[in-house]
């Protein structure tokens, strides 16, 4: 994933630890989302 992000020009990747597909929607998932996007504080926010 490294090499990818390098080739792509984004200085950052952080990984959840989530497999592929087994993010779920939930409290727990939606506060360590919040709790990321608050400590990094990104101009742009991604998702899908």
């Known amino acids: 994933m490294k090499e990818c992000c390098k080739v792509l020009g984004i200085d950052r990747y952080i990984n959840l630890g989530y497999e592929d597909g087994f993010y779920t929607y939930s409290e727990k998932t939606v506060k360590e989302m919040v709790e990321l996007i608050r400590e990094i ?8």
């Open 41 to 48: 504080k990104p101009k742009i926010v991604f998702s899908r």
